[in-house]
């Protein structure tokens, strides 16, 4: 869930005891619950099917409990990239989609007029 999500990230940005980064990804979650569009991308992301991916959650878990964070972050930066490539496979659907409907509309338009 969103807010399960929410806290794992949290739960990381504190245990790093830095207030920065802490002010940071709070900033970051309530932006992405408070601001209009972003709820309404966030809503449009999840529509196509890009969502929290619990394994890779996991690992940076794991990469933490053993204390390693050159693995930790490998992990983060996979996880951060891996939502950052769901986020553009979700819009260039949309984006497509509307090319579609455009080209779509322009032959009906010039149909009709062929046919006039």
Avoid: C
């Avoid at 399960?4 to 830095?18: E, G, P, S, V, Y």
């Avoid at 991308?41 to 969502?51: I, M, Q, T």
């Avoid at 619990?54 to 939502?83: C, F, N, T, W």
């Avoid at 986020?87 to 007029?113: D, H, M, P, S």
Wanted: charged residues 30%.
């Amino acid at each position: 869930s969103e807010d399960a999500d929410r806290r794992f990230h949290m739960t990381i940005a504190r245990a790093t005891q830095n207030s920065a980064m802490i002010a940071m990804v709070e900033l970051l979650w309530d932006t992405r619950t408070r601001s209009p569009q972003s709820v309404r991308f966030l809503e449009h992301v999840r529509a196509h099917g890009v969502k929290p991916i619990i394994k890779e959650h996991a690992g940076i878990l794991d990469a933490l409990r053993q204390r390693d964070p050159q693995a930790a972050r490998q992990a983060m930066r996979y996880h951060l990239g891996s939502v950052i490539e769901g986020v553009l496979q979700a819009t260039e659907v949309e984006a497509v989609e509307k090319a579609r409907a455009a080209v779509a509309a322009q032959r009906r338009r010039f149909a009709g007029k062929a046919d006039g």
